[in-house]
């Protein structure tokens, strides 16, 4: 069974720097782009970047390429997004999913061109002083 | 591609038909269009992808249909477990995976 696990819930202080983690099972993991979505209290999903394990690889979305930094192991199937600097903005649930691609009639599939499944079960990231 | 769900909140009963509305800026291309369900307290689930696939273990009383600018999400008989969140996503440009604000379905 594919199984994205998060680390459990944070509570900051503004100007804190914090990484969270989502660790992958039941597939392989270096070979699956993972994408990142935040979601603020009472409101809808935001898709923050994804990365490929296998090479690092990395794309952003525009609203948070410099205000987080996602990487991963691919020898601990392990992927993360970390802040320097929190800010009460950043309060939120953040989830992790497997970026699935959808292939063109070519067979070429483009990263950023695709769905999440599935999901972890979510970070909840609070940031008060 | 900005993408607006109406109605923002559906009240029906178990067992009625609901149909959900996702309308884009600009036409999707390649009917690149997911459907999520989100029920309080857990994480989003994937319903349906290609704007009208259904994914693994999904009920066949959800159901996808669309293409361009007009998707729409059905449910044909409303089970107990439905009543949740439904957002929808397009993926049809690498420049900005883009989701839709969600429409409520509660019970009436």
């Known amino acids: 069974e594919v199984q994205l696990v998060q680390s459990g819930a944070e509570v900051k202080k503004p100007g804190e720097s914090l990484k969270i983690s989502c660790k992958g099972s039941?597939?392989?993991?270096?070979?699956?782009?993972i994408a990142w979505v935040r979601q603020r209290p009472g409101k809808g999903l935001e898709w923050m970047g994804i990365?490929?394990?296998?090479?690092?690889?990395?794309r952003y979305s525009p609203s948070f390429q410099g205000q987080v930094t996602i990487s991963a192991d691919k020898s601990t199937n392990t992927a993360y997004v970390q802040w320097t600097s929190l800010e009460a903005s950043d309060t939120a649930i953040y989830y992790c999913?497997?970026?699935?691609?959808?292939?063109?009639?070519?067979?070429?599939?483009?990263?950023?061109?695709?769905?999440?499944?599935?999901w972890g079960q979510g970070t909840l990231v609070t940031v008060s002083s | 591609i900005v993408l607006t769900q109406s109605p923002g909140t559906l009240s029906l009963s178990p067992g009625e038909r609901a149909t959900l509305s996702c309308r884009a800026s600009?036409?999707?291309?390649?009917?690149?269009l997911a459907w999520y369900q989100q029920k309080p307290g857990q994480a989003p689930r994937l319903l349906i992808y290609?704007?009208?696939s259904r994914a693994t273990g999904i009920p066949d009383r959800f159901s996808g249909s669309g293409s361009g600018t007009d998707f729409t999400l059905t449910i044909s008989r409303l089970e107990p477990e439905d009543f949740a969140v439904y957002y929808c996503?397009?993926?049809?440009?690498?420049?900005?995976?883009?989701f839709g604000g969600g429409t409520k379905v509660e019970i009436k």
């Open positions: 999913a497997r970026h699935e691609l959808a292939y063109d009639y070519d067979g070429i599939g483009t990263p950023g061109r695709g769905w999440f499944d599935p």
């Open positions: 039941g597939y392989n993991f270096a070979s699956d782009w």
């Open positions: 990365i490929y394990p296998g090479d690092s690889e990395t």
């Open positions: 600009q036409s999707v291309s390649s009917s690149y």
């Open positions: 290609g704007a009208s």
């Open positions: 996503q397009q993926y049809g440009t690498s420049r900005g995976l883009t």
